[in-house]
C-alpha cells in the first residue's frame, strides 16, 4: 500500500533483460524490504547477478516463481478453517 502522497510504482517491462529488487517489488506490489527478507530468507529465487550490491533477476525467472508460488486461499496452502463456530464435546 503506498504511503500518503506516494505515488505508486508502475510494474516494470517482462520485456526488460534485468529486474533490480526494487523492479521485483513494483511487479510483486510489495515493498522493497519485503522483497529483500523473500530473498535473505531463501523465500524467492537467488538473483541471477549482482553488481556491486546490487542483486539482478531475469524478469521470466521472478514471473514463473510467482506464478508457481502457494499463497492462502489462492490455490495454495488452505485458508484455515474458521473453528468458532463448532462445539467442543465435554
Do not use: K
Not at 500500500?1 to 510489495?30: F, Q
Not at 525467472?61 to 506464478?67: G, Q, S
Amino acid at each position: 500500500m503506498p504511503r500518503v502522497n506516494e505515488e505508486p510504482v508502475p510494474p516494470p517491462s517482462v520485456d526488460a533483460e534485468w529486474w533490480t529488487t526494487s523492479d521485483v517489488a513494483a511487479y510483486l506490489n510489495l515493498r522493497v524490504g519485503t522483497v529483500s527478507s523473500y530473498r535473505q530468507r531463501g523465500q524467492m529465487p537467488e538473483p541471477d547477478m549482482t553488481v556491486g550490491r546490487t542483486h539482478m533477476w531475469r524478469p521470466a525467472r521472478i514471473v514463473e516463481w510467482h506464478e508457481q508460488r502457494p499463497r492462502p486461499g489462492v490455490g495454495g496452502r488452505p485458508v484455515p478453517a474458521d473453528t468458532s463456530d463448532v462445539e467442543t464435546a465435554d
